[in-house]
């Protein structure tokens, strides 16, 4: 298994996935037609990695948009790292980013926070 990076592009967030820091990060926008094309990759790699997990996993949510059908890709990714973090494999931690005056987007995370039982931090950025 490999590490997996991925360019942004106008529609679709970069990602950056490491596989021995346990750093994975998604970050930009994400308004794409057809997400499950984009996402299987990033869905297949993280399955892969619930087999070996590093120690700590961090998953930086690092995202100024996404569309509805984008977060149910997201969400599925989400579920994911919960499996892991409850397997006892891996300390997870989710780290959400979002800009001092975007307050949907705080919002998304406090929304996918109590849908899941890994812990959450908030980052507010600076505009």
């Known amino acids: 298994m490999e590490n997996l990076h991925i360019k942004a592009e106008k529609k679709s967030p970069a990602i950056e996935f490491e596989l021995y820091s346990g750093l994975l990060k998604i970050s930009g926008n994400s308004n794409l037609e057809n997400p499950g094309k984009f996402y299987d990759n990033v869905i297949n790699w993280l399955e892969s990695y619930t087999f070996k ?29 919960e499996r892991i973090q409850v397997s006892g494999k891996s300390d997870v931690l989710i780290e959400w980013h979002h800009h001092e005056h975007d307050g949907s987007m705080l919002e998304a995370g406090e929304d996918f926070s109590s849908m899941l039982k890994v812990p959450f931090t908030y980052v507010e950025t600076q505009d």
Request: hydrophobic share 40%; charged share 25%; aromatic share 10%.
């Open 53 to 81: 997990p590093a120690v700590k996993t961090t998953f930086k949510m690092e995202m100024e948009y996404f569309n509805s059908s984008s977060s149910k890709h997201l969400m599925k990714a989400l579920r994911i790292l």
